[in-house]
């Protein structure tokens, strides 16, 4: 080819380039009160949003084509993230089932959800639904399961068939070996058999096991939590280099060693409160019933109208311990995610998420702590360093709330907008 053609056509390339980056939709959202996750006091900002990133946070941005939206009197958070999720397997059927089943999560200001109820076959079919653009749905950071023989998360024979189980070391690094094809996100391992001394206990993994699991996902960068409800069951993952239980330690208060443990490993805590809290007495504010599906509400309509049921023993006495080994873990300096297990009885998508960050602040957190454990710290136990913050370059997960949730935690239910990678999702 002559040099003058190419030229010209590299010329026509660049043009063609820069076209398409102004092509890129913008959405200047003006004037808000801007809480950044990072925990620095919120301020009158404007963010300027293109494609799917923050490309500007400051005053008086101009801008010539882009949506603008009037955040006067209004709060932007970044979106939330749900460490905790189990979603019933019709929500993968199709674009439709999936906006669906996860507009609550966008309704709550959920923008990320980490997803534990799915298997290698399930990720491709998954992603190929998301990345049809067809669905409004949170980013979901999709699992691998394992657990060993007879072990909690093999109950049924559906999640029996979906949890790999190993019971050695080199049996472990073989299941890896074929399971990382299926490039999972995270790997959540089934490593604490106690039932609550409600059941019989499972069988629990054993640290060298669960360390070939946590070496060979370390080696591709991907992180491993854990089911783990016993401090022995906590201090045997902490050793094991575990990034972080996704559940609370529920049968004894935590002690020095474990704090030790978790911050020599830096294992981070998701205690999923909203799961342990008992249900017979629970009360659920108007926010929270206005935004129920009918057939929850229906549930919960029929629990409220026959007497408490009492709550036993054992339930009571781990939702104390549980509710304690919060504000010991924060005192220790533990970092404290938000996770929920959305998907079990009584724990609704979206609202438990808000619910879980709320009772954080009944142990201590301020309302502003416990929103940084939904965005920023949630985002970094993950690893990921994208999203999380409201900053130039962060994926544009972004909520828009009235009142001041950053002072009042009540007011995170008063969700306005929602986006999604800079895109405005529906949840009417
Ligand atoms: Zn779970």
Wanted: overall charge positive; charged content about 25%; hydrophobic content about 40%.
């Amino acid at each position: 080819m002559k040099r003058w053609l190419r030229n010209l056509l590299a010329l026509v390339g660049a043009f063609a380039c820069a076209a398409t980056a102004h092509a890129e939709p913008e959405t200047l959202i003006r004037g808000a009160r801007v809480f950044d996750g990072t925990g620095a006091p919120a301020r009158i900002r404007d963010v300027l949003v293109r494609g799917d990133r923050i490309v500007a946070v400051g005053r008086h941005i101009r801008v010539r084509d882009a949506e603008v939206v009037d955040a006067n009197g209004l709060t932007l958070l970044p979106g939330l993230h749900d460490l905790h999720v189990h979603t019933p397997r019709v929500a993968f059927e199709g674009a439709e089932a999936l906006a669906d089943t996860h507009r609550p999560y966008l309704a709550s200001g959920v923008t990320s959800i980490n997803e534990y109820s799915v298997s290698g076959p399930m990720l491709a079919p998954i992603r190929a639904i998301v990345a049809s653009g067809q669905a409004d749905a949170p980013h979901m950071v999709l699992a691998i399961r394992l657990g060993v023989p007879h072990g909690h998360g093999t109950e049924s024979e559906f999640t029996n068939s979906i949890t790999t189980q190993v019971t050695t070391p080199a049996e472990a690094r073989a299941a890896m070996k074929e399971l990382l094809s299926s490039r999972p996100d995270v790997i959540k391992v089934f490593a604490d058999g106690w039932r609550y001394a409600r059941d019989a206990d499972r069988p629990d993994m054993d640290l060298p096991t669960l360390k070939a699991i946590v070496d060979a996902a370390h080696a591709r960068n991907i992180r491993v939590v854990t089911h783990t409800v016993t401090l022995a069951g906590a201090k045997r993952a902490a050793r094991a280099g575990v990034d972080a239980l996704v559940h609370g330690v529920g049968d004894a208060r935590v002690d020095r060693e474990l704090i030790g443990l978790m911050k020599k490993h830096r294992t981070a805590y998701v205690p999923t409160l909203v799961v342990y809290e008992p249900k017979q007495d629970r009360t659920l504010l108007a926010a929270e019933w206005s935004r129920l599906r009918p057939r929850d509400l229906e549930r919960e309509t029929e629990r409220k109208a026959e007497p408490n049921a009492p709550i036993p023993e054992y339930e009571s006495r781990r939702w104390q311990i549980m509710q304690d080994n919060v504000r010991l873990l924060r005192a220790g300096g533990i970092r404290i995610g938000v996770g929920t297990d959305t998907g079990i009885g009584g724990v609704y998508p979206g609202l438990a998420a808000q619910r879980e960050i709320r009772l954080l602040t009944t142990l201590g957190f301020t309302p502003r702590e416990a929103l940084v454990a939904a965005t920023s710290t949630s985002a970094r136990i993950m690893g990921a360093r994208d999203h999380g913050r409201i900053g130039r370059g962060q994926r544009a997960d972004l909520v828009l709330v009235a009142g001041r949730p950053d002072e009042q935690i009540e007011d995170l239910y008063q969700v306005r907008r929602t986006w999604v990678s800079g895109r405005a999702v529906s949840f009417d």
